[in-house]
């Protein structure tokens, strides 16, 4: 079965620090992945994808992936952290059936001043 | 281009009780789905329509139900409510279909906000 796991609820970080927010994968043939962004009372904004290809993906706000195959990771990453990055995280794989994301749990990023 | 709208934003029902939500999808876009979101059990996927045909369908109990219609509008049902539908549900367009390759982004509005009583 194909499933993403984000290990960490919360990630705290300072402004202006580099922040990292973990996801692993697992699934059978290649993975189509995906990180959305979530405000409160809002719905998802999609950030950035991995098809195939470079395995360092460039998203919006200023946001990256790595992708690592032999590790099953798709770590999300941004050099400068700003407060306004604080929201809720999700890290999907598109389910091979179809269309539908198989969502992680999500995780929490605080970005303190 | 506007957005994925839903309506209602926000509604309180009770328990027994039905409730239908409505999803537009961006204009174009033919493929609309549907996920639940709870604090428990995070997001999970209910089901996905094109051209008004069900083509995937998640875990859900057949009091959860759905259709399109053919200008791409969707809406979702369900019966007999219970506390625990109690969450935040989200439409989501894609503007790909299931025969071509499906590796585009969703496109998710709002949300409708149930709370069950």
């Known amino acids: 079965a194909q499933s993403v796991a984000q290990p960490e609820d919360q990630v705290n970080v300072a402004e202006g620090n580099p922040l990292t927010v973990k996801c692993t994968y697992s699934?059978?043939?290649?993975?189509?992945l995906f990180w959305y962004v979530q405000y409160p009372n809002r719905g998802l904004q999609f950030l950035l994808k991995y098809i195939t290809g470079d395995n360092l993906v460039k998203g919006s706000y200023g946001f990256e992936a790595e992708f690592n195959k032999s590790q099953t990771s798709f770590h999300l990453k941004k050099p400068s952290a700003l407060v306004s990055d604080s929201a809720l995280y999700f890290c999907?794989?598109?389910?091979?059936?179809?269309?539908?994301?198989?969502f992680g749990k999500g995780t929490t990023l605080s970005v303190s001043s | 281009k506007a957005g994925v709208t839903q309506t209602p934003r926000y509604l309180i029902k009770t328990r027994g009780q039905q409730v239908t939500l409505s999803c537009s999808p961006i204009?174009?876009?033919?493929?609309v789905s549907w996920y639940q979101q709870t604090p428990g059990q995070g997001l999970q996927f209910l089901f996905e329509y094109f051209s008004e045909t069900q083509r995937n369908k998640g875990n859900f109990p057949g009091r959860f139900s759905g259709r399109q219609f053919s200008n791409s509008r969707s809406e979702m049902n369900v019966s007999t409510l219970e506390l625990g539908d109690s969450a935040l549900y989200l439409c989501?367009?894609?503007?790909?279909?299931?025969?071509?390759?499906?590796?585009?982004?969703?496109?998710f509005g709002e949300g409708s906000r149930l709370t069950v009583l």
């Open positions: 989501a367009s894609s503007p790909r279909d299931r025969v071509t390759a499906n590796t585009g982004e969703l496109f």
């Open positions: 204009s174009g876009h033919r493929s």
């Open positions: 999907a794989v598109r389910d091979i059936r179809g269309t539908a994301l198989i």
């Open positions: 699934v059978s043939g290649n993975p189509y």
